[in-house]
Nanobody, 120 residues
Framework: QVQLAESGGGLVQAGGSLRLSCAASGSRFAINAMGWYRQAPGKQRELVAA????????????VKGRFTISTFTISRDNTKNTVYLQMTSLKPEDTAVYYC?????????WGQGTQVTVSS
């Protein structure tokens, strides 16, 4: 059974930064894509960022900065089966529960979620 342990959420002022971490354990198979979704109150869960085992990344448009420089950066340490989400220039609309996920050949596994609250 794959387990995902998230950490790094919390309360931050607008313009601040947070770094989320998610460590996967217990997988007998190679982990393919990993990433983060978020769900704000009253809204649907949306994909924030994803990264393949080869390091290819993708981001939702709302976290991309000007000139294609993302305010969020996803990275991954395959030796530790850990994915990170560095979030900068946070806005109140980034407030949500952030869920980590990991894809293996038999399906997708989810973390319990970590709360990120950005105050104005």
């Amino acid at each position: 059974q794959v387990q995902l342990a998230e950490s790094g959420g919390g309360l931050v002022q607008a313009g601040g930064s947070l770094r989320l971490s998610c460590a996967a354990s217990g997988s007998r198979f190679a982990i393919n894509a990993m990433g983060w979704y978020r769900q704000a109150p009253g809204k649907q869960r949306e994909l924030v960022a994803a990264i393949t085992s080869g390091g290819r990344t993708d981001y939702v448009d709302s976290v991309k900065g000007r000139f294609t420089i993302s305010t969020f950066t996803i990275s991954r340490d395959n030796t530790k089966n850990t994915v990170y989400l560095q979030m900068t220039s946070l806005k109140p609309e980034d407030t949500a529960v952030y869920y980590c996920y990991a894809e293996v050949s038999l399906g997708t596994h989810w973390g319990q979620g970590t709360q990120v609250t950005v105050s104005s």
